[in-house]
């Protein structure tokens, strides 16, 4: 993995795209590629016509690189300082403050540093990465003002089909133990299943023991959403899974490239996530972020006689 350094503008920038979904008033990033290379991201199709892919000569879409700020943490400390209103930051929502690349440059704690030092802000932690593990000093001492999450997209009996969508992200099992670790800490937890994988982690049997777990976690809010049909990544996860060999999952992802079949498969996963969450948690816990576009009519009429949890975009 080659790491390239790139010189952002920004720091802590309002998101209403984020405040939207109900994560964040203002989102912090890093840097702009994750080493974590998730085969189903969606990030390289948003960004692709950012200046600093140019300047450097690559593409958003291509593989083996990180694209990182070392000198986010800088800007993020003047925006804490400065910025009257304050609100909820989201770290990071684009590439991981705790990819392996971001640790090098200890982004993650820097910044976390940077906000909390500064009174009227509180953050919601999203990475794949265990080794948030490292800075639960600084979330100890701030418990109250942070939320807590570790995606978790699959059950631990799918830990090595996901290593195969999430080549570098830590193992499931791992994050299962780090976010145990901080229940026991008593921290503010939310659970973020995203995304749920067709033939991996999206039958009634499996969000039931992603909700359960959840629950055992006692997370505030339960955070799901179907995987992002737009640009490659459906190809790129079929193509992986497939050369790993797990010819069924990469069957079901082959399934859902079509528009009705992707359609299906969301408003299932909707119904199977409210009736687990119905029977293990309380509905209004949970929040499932849907683009209604591409579902079909019937689909989208379906979900929205019970639309219970879901958070229209």
Not at 1 to 25: C, D, H, P, S
Not at 188 to 214: F, G, H
Not at 273 to 281: A, D, F, P
Request: charged letters at 25%; aromatic letters at 8%.
């Amino acid at each position: 993995m080659k790491t390239y350094t790139y010189q952002m503008k920004t720091g802590i920038v309002r998101t209403k795209e984020f405040e939207r979904k109900g994560l964040a008033t203002h989102g912090v990033n890093v840097g702009l590629k994750c080493g974590h290379e998730c085969t189903y991201c969606s990030i390289p199709t948003m960004i692709r016509a950012h200046k600093a892919f140019t300047q450097l000569g690559l593409s958003a879409f291509n593989t083996g690189y990180a694209l990182v700020d070392p000198d986010t943490p800088q800007r993020v400390a003047h925006d804490a300082k400065h910025i009257k209103s304050r609100g909820l930051v989201q770290l990071c929502t684009i590439a991981d403050a705790w990819s392996p690349e971001a640790q090098e440059c200890n982004l993650g704690r820097k910044c976390l540093e940077a906000i909390l030092s500064e009174p009227g802000w509180t953050i919601r932690i999203l990475t794949k990465n265990a080794a948030i593990e490292k800075d639960f000093d600084i979330i100890s001492k701030y418990r109250n003002r942070v939320l807590f999450g570790l995606s978790i997209t699959a059950t631990p009996d799918k830990a090595n089909i996901i290593s195969i969508t999430e080549p570098n992200a830590s193992p499931i099992p791992e994050r299962l133990k780090v976010m145990q670790k901080a229940e026991a800490q008593g921290f503010r937890i939310y659970a973020m299943l995203c995304p749920l994988l067709p033939c991996i982690a999206n039958s009634q049997e499996q969000v039931d023991e992603l909700v359960k777990t959840a629950v055992d976690f006692g997370a505030e809010e339960i955070f799901a959403e179907a995987v992002n049909p737009r640009g490659r990544g459906l190809i790129l996860t079929q193509q992986a899974l497939e050369n790993a060999g797990f010819h069924n999952e990469a069957k079901a992802v082959e399934v859902i490239r079509s528009q009705l079949n992707w359609s299906q498969y969301v408003a299932g996963l909707i119904r199977n996530l409210q009736q687990s969450v119905r029977k293990h948690s309380d509905i209004r816990k949970l929040r499932f972020l849907l683009y209604p576009k591409g579902l079909t009519m019937k689909d989208l009429t379906e979900i929205k006689n019970d639309d219970a949890g879901v958070v229209w975009l």
